[in-house]
């Protein structure tokens, strides 16, 4: 994998050899991708960080600033999220970014998200919602359609964000869309106590399988290093605590059980490789093989998404690719005759945007 | 070298810039001729970097993408990186849509300061910071200082150094709007300036280049010793109002871009920054009176 | 006990006041008294509000009165924001 910052990322010790044309792109690539924070945690556990020319450090160190106070913000949010809503009788479950920091994952270092992902059972995501909003949290303005499209087939309804604090809950009922036809309910997964306020989470192997659904189903990458390299932990972390079997067998088994074999797989594919683990790696490649499109197609796709240093300057294969994983995405999430409407509408809202006025101030986006 | 040294052909589109600006290496490349012509002429004091120089921001300003686009109604797209922060404007705004850019790179990333918006100047080692909202005529008042000896450190961002407490320059150009850009070149016709570019989210802007003098001092960090909120108001007397050191604290927390994020680090380093300074409001309707109490500061 | 909540951070400027932040709440406020013995009092804990006047009027030199009602202010103030312990 020749990524600039996956290299950096699986081989620290690469900072003594980098000029300062490669500490540039670092910096860039890595604002780009969200990585700059993960960078230098890993630069630091392996005490190398102190090859970073003087010049550079300022990035990293400011990107730390941003990281830490994420935490002390998040923990505080999570406090009024469990006081609102297990207070309710609602059992929540914290997802991702916000639960890696509720557990003290080795994620969470360097890691900035923006939203607070929390999951609760279907039947009580309307009292969650009405709840969350006596606390402050509202919907921005919506129109009939998006309600229908996040409430019907999505597995999250639109974000509620605070009034005051103007942080983001992304509150979900599943972690797949109810269109997509691999679908299940959420409460086959396993979840653990958090130690610190009354929540819950995935354990380590569901919080894996989690992430990687997450991400090979999904059909833009802003961040896609950051997001691979989220699953390259995961799995270390698992290896880490597991006694029994190792982390690669519990994976396959889970994936089994829940039918996401054909996340999981591409998944473990890319990670294994990113560790070296060669038999392992091997053995998914072969069972990813057994599907044409997904082996000739899907795979090299991905994989420019996760080598490419900016996957904004690729050639026309690779714009295809990405073209082929968005509308595979897509597919993924809903069945044709839910999906040709829905990107139809999607298109004449564009077009009648497009006619207005176009921004013309400048304005944040 | 300068960039006022650099060859002509260096300064065509689609040929990369690349220059400090104060403790910031900034690379700027660009589909608009105009772009590279303000910069030579506004940044031409500004010291030129090697290719293989290490780069802060890598800053891109090009056009459309879309074939109509490209030649009617020309947009110009700002670009940090791959990121594209700001939706696009008209393509003859390309120079000042840099200079916001480059306000919001600075404020969103540079967290080993604390940075106010702010005006801020030096005189004689009275070292004024100048908080204020947009309409108090902060710019202005600004632009007649500096213009009158006064050292520029800068127009927009005032950055605080947390390690240090004091202030580093980065001498970039004054923005002025509408009335005010006449009210100063006629006041210094000699002072250079960009062309002024109609029509913007803010009306006419134009951006004055800032004196030699300043921009050859960017490495001479200052310790503030007053804070200042300008308030133009025509034909008012001038009147001043000190303010206890708590609501300057306040305010300017107010008007700080990261005071949040650097939390403790941001309390340690604003408490020791305000120690030792003086604060007051201050009212004025005539430009020359307030010329005059700032010179008595420096007495 | 009165006792600010712990992550509480606080810096006396002579002749102002004192600057108050907690890191958990990332809370700012300032308490126009200038006296660094009755924050430092009130970091390490005393037993009730008594011990407090005490350190105003020792410092201040000041009626038993007036230092009363600055030590009521401040700890109005204080636990509005959540800064003393409960």
Same mark, same amino acid.
């Given at each position: 994998?020749?990524?600039?910052?996956?290299?950096?990322?699986?081989?620290?010790?690469?900072?003594?050899?980098?000029?300062?044309?490669?500490?540039?792109?670092?910096?860039?690539?890595?604002?780009?991708?969200?990585?700059?924070?993960?960078?230098?945690?890993?630069?630091?556990?392996?005490?190398?960080?102190? =090859?970073?020319?003087?010049?550079?450090?300022?990035?990293?160190?400011?990107?730390?600033?941003?990281?830490?106070?994420?935490?002390?913000?998040?923990?505080?949010?999570?406090?009024?999220?469990?006081?609102?809503?297990?207070?309710?009788?609602?059992?929540?479950?914290?997802?991702?970014?916000?639960?890696?920091?509720?557990?003290?994952?080795?994620?969470?270092?360097?890691?900035?998200?923006?939203?607070?992902?929390?999951?609760?059972?279907?039947?009580?995501?309307?009292?969650?919602?009405?709840?969350?909003?006596?606390?402050?949290?509202?919907?921005?303005?919506?129109?009939?359609?998006?309600?229908?499209?996040?409430?019907?087939?999505? =597995?999250?309804?639109?974000?509620?964000?605070?009034?005051?604090?103007?942080?983001?809950?992304?509150?979900?009922?599943?972690?797949?869309?109810?269109?997509?036809?691999?679908?299940?309910?959420?409460?086959?997964?396993?979840?653990?106590?958090?130690?610190?306020?009354?929540?819950?989470?995935?354990?380590?192997?569901?919080?894996?399988? =989690?992430?990687?659904?997450?991400?090979?189903?999904?059909?833009?990458?802003?961040?896609?290093?950051?997001?691979?390299?989220?699953?390259?932990?995961?799995?270390?972390?698992?290896?880490?605590?597991?006694?029994?079997?190792?982390? =690669?067998?519990?994976?396959?088994?889970?994936?089994?059980?829940?039918?996401?074999?054909?996340?999981?797989?591409?998944?473990?594919?890319?990670?294994?490789?990113?560790?070296?683990?060669?038999?392992?790696?091997?053995?998914?490649?072969?069972?990813?093989?057994?599907?044409?499109?997904?082996?000739?197609?899907?795979?090299?796709?991905?994989?420019?998404?996760?080598?490419?240093?900016?996957?904004?300057?690729?050639?026309?294969?690779?714009?295809?690719?990405?073209?082929?994983?968005?509308?595979?995405?897509?597919?993924?999430?809903?069945?044709?005759?839910?999906?040709?409407?829905?990107?139809?509408?999607?298109?004449?809202?564009?077009?009648?945007?497009?006619?207005?006025?176009?921004?013309?101030?400048?304005?944040?986006? | 070298?300068?960039?006022?040294?650099?060859?002509?052909?260096?300064?065509?589109?689609?040929?990369?810039?690349?220059?400090?600006?104060?403790?910031?290496?900034?690379?700027?490349?660009?589909?608009?001729?105009?772009?590279?012509?303000?910069?030579?002429?506004?940044?031409?004091?500004?010291?030129?970097?090697?290719?293989?120089?290490?780069?802060?921001?890598?800053?891109?300003?090009?056009?459309?993408?879309?074939?109509?686009?490209?030649?009617?109604?020309?947009?110009?797209?700002?670009?940090?990186?791959?990121?594209?922060?700001?939706?696009?404007?008209?393509?003859?705004?390309?120079?000042?849509?840099?200079?916001?850019?480059?306000?919001?790179?600075?404020?969103?990333?540079?967290?080993?300061?604390?940075?106010?918006?702010?005006?801020?100047?030096?005189?004689?080692?009275?070292?004024?910071?100048?908080?204020?909202?947009?309409?108090?005529?902060?710019?202005?008042?600004?632009?007649?200082?500096?213009?009158?000896?006064?050292?520029?450190?800068?127009?927009?961002?005032?950055?605080?150094?947390?390690?240090?407490?004091?202030?580093?320059?980065?001498?970039?150009?004054?923005?002025?709007?509408?009335?005010?850009?006449?009210?100063?070149?006629?006041?210094?016709?000699?002072?250079?300036?960009?062309?002024?570019?109609?029509?913007?989210?803010?009306?006419?802007?134009?951006?004055?280049?800032?004196?030699?003098?300043?921009?050859?001092?960017?490495?001479?960090?200052?310790?503030?010793?007053?804070?200042?909120?300008?308030?133009?108001?025509?034909?008012?007397?001038?009147?001043?109002?000190?303010?206890?050191?708590?609501?300057?604290?306040?305010?300017?927390?107010?008007?700080?871009?990261?005071?949040?994020?650097?939390?403790?680090?941001?309390?340690?380093?604003?408490?020791?920054?305000?120690?030792?300074?003086?604060?007051?409001?201050?009212?004025?309707?005539?430009?020359?009176?307030?010329?005059?109490?700032?010179?008595?500061?420096?007495? | 006990?009165?006792?600010?909540?712990?992550?509480?951070?606080?810096?006396?400027?002579?002749?102002?006041?004192?600057?108050?932040?907690?890191?958990?709440?990332?809370?700012?406020?300032?308490?126009?008294?200038?006296?660094?013995?009755?924050?430092?009092?009130?970091?390490?804990?005393?037993?009730?509000?008594?011990?407090?006047?005490?350190?105003?009027?020792?410092?201040?030199?000041?009626?038993?009165?007036?230092?009363?009602?600055?030590?009521?202010?401040?700890?109005?103030?204080?636990?509005?924001?959540?800064?003393?312990?409960?």
């Amino acid at each position: 994998m020749s990524n600039l910052l996956i290299s950096l990322f699986n081989n620290p010790e690469l900072a003594k050899k980098l000029s300062m044309y490669d500490w540039s792109k670092v910096v860039s690539h890595g604002r780009d991708q969200n990585m700059l924070g993960r960078i230098w945690w890993r630069l630091q556990s392996n005490s190398v960080e102190k =090859h970073v020319p003087d010049r550079v450090v300022p990035h990293f160190t400011s990107c730390n600033l941003f990281v830490e106070q994420q935490e002390i913000n998040i923990n505080r949010e999570l406090e009024d999220i469990s006081n609102t809503l297990v207070s309710r009788g609602i059992d929540t479950t914290v997802l991702k970014g916000a639960a890696y920091i509720a557990v003290s994952s080795s994620c969470k270092h360097g890691r900035i998200f923006n939203d607070i992902d929390i999951l609760v059972d279907h039947s009580e995501i309307r009292d969650a919602e009405i709840a969350l909003m006596t606390q402050g949290w509202f919907h921005k303005k919506e129109t009939d359609y998006d309600k229908r499209y996040f409430r019907e087939w999505m =597995h999250e309804i639109q974000p509620l964000i605070h009034k005051d604090r103007l942080t983001t809950i992304d509150l979900h009922h599943n972690i797949l869309p109810l269109t997509n036809k691999k679908h299940f309910n959420a409460d086959k997964l396993k979840t653990i106590k958090l130690k610190q306020v009354p929540l819950l989470t995935f354990d380590l192997v569901d919080r894996f399988i =989690h992430s990687a659904t997450h991400l090979f189903t999904e059909g833009e990458f802003p961040h896609a290093i950051r997001d691979i390299t989220d699953l390259i932990i995961l799995y270390q972390e698992l290896d880490g605590e597991a006694e029994t079997e190792s982390a =690669h067998n519990l994976i396959l088994e889970r994936s089994k059980a829940l039918g996401l074999d054909d996340y999981i797989h591409l998944a473990l594919l890319f990670v294994l490789k990113n560790l070296d683990k060669e038999l392992e790696h091997r053995q998914v490649e072969s069972l990813v093989s057994k599907n044409a499109i997904t082996f000739y197609v899907t795979v090299p796709a991905f994989k420019f998404v996760f080598t490419a240093d900016s996957i904004a300057q690729g050639n026309f294969i690779n714009n295809v690719g990405l073209f082929w994983l968005y509308m595979r995405s897509h597919l993924i999430k809903m069945p044709l005759h839910v999906l040709i409407p829905h990107i139809c509408r999607k298109f004449i809202h564009n077009m009648k945007e497009k006619f207005k006025e176009e921004p013309v101030n400048g304005a944040n986006k | 070298m300068k960039l006022k040294d650099l060859a002509k052909s260096k300064l065509e589109s689609g040929k990369t810039l690349k220059f400090d600006v104060g403790p910031f290496s900034i690379a700027v490349k660009s589909d608009f001729p105009n772009v590279y012509e303000e910069i030579a002429k506004i940044y031409s004091e500004f010291e030129v970097l090697s290719d293989e120089h290490f780069v802060d921001f890598e800053i891109t300003l090009r056009n459309s993408h879309s074939l109509i686009r490209k030649f009617f109604r020309k947009q110009c797209f700002f670009q940090l990186g791959d990121q594209e922060p700001f939706t696009p404007i008209p393509a003859n705004q390309a120079f000042p849509m840099f200079e916001w850019g480059l306000n919001w790179c600075i404020s969103s990333n540079a967290h080993q300061y604390l940075m106010i918006h702010a005006a801020v100047i030096e005189k004689n080692g009275v070292c004024v910071v100048l908080p204020a909202p947009p309409g108090s005529g902060k710019s202005t008042l600004t632009a007649l200082l500096v213009f009158s000896g006064w050292r520029l450190l800068s127009d927009e961002l005032t950055l605080i150094e947390t390690s240090s407490g004091l202030i580093q320059p980065l001498a970039r150009p004054i923005n002025l709007k509408n009335q005010s850009i006449s009210v100063i070149k006629q006041a210094f016709p000699n002072v250079a300036h960009s062309n002024i570019v109609k029509d913007t989210h803010k009306g006419d802007v134009c951006l004055f280049k800032a004196p030699d003098a300043s921009v050859a001092n960017i490495d001479r960090k200052s310790k503030a010793t007053h804070i200042i909120l300008p308030k133009f108001s025509k034909n008012e007397a001038l009147s001043t109002d000190p303010m206890s050191q708590d609501s300057a604290f306040f305010e300017l927390i107010a008007n700080s871009f990261n005071y949040n994020i650097l939390g403790l680090s941001g309390f340690n380093t604003l408490t020791e920054f305000i120690d030792g300074t003086s604060s007051f409001n201050l009212r004025y309707g005539d430009n020359k009176a307030a010329l005059e109490w700032f010179e008595a500061l420096t007495l | 006990m009165l006792k600010f909540r712990s992550n509480t951070v606080t810096r006396t400027h002579e002749g102002h006041g004192t600057y108050i932040y907690n890191i958990k709440l990332s809370e700012t406020l300032f308490i126009p008294i200038d006296v660094e013995t009755f924050f430092t009092a009130l970091s390490s804990g005393v037993e009730n509000k008594s011990e407090l006047t005490e350190v105003i009027v020792k410092d201040l030199d000041c009626s038993e009165e007036h230092a009363m009602l600055a030590v009521d202010n401040t700890l109005n103030s204080l636990q509005q924001r959540a800064l003393i312990e409960s």
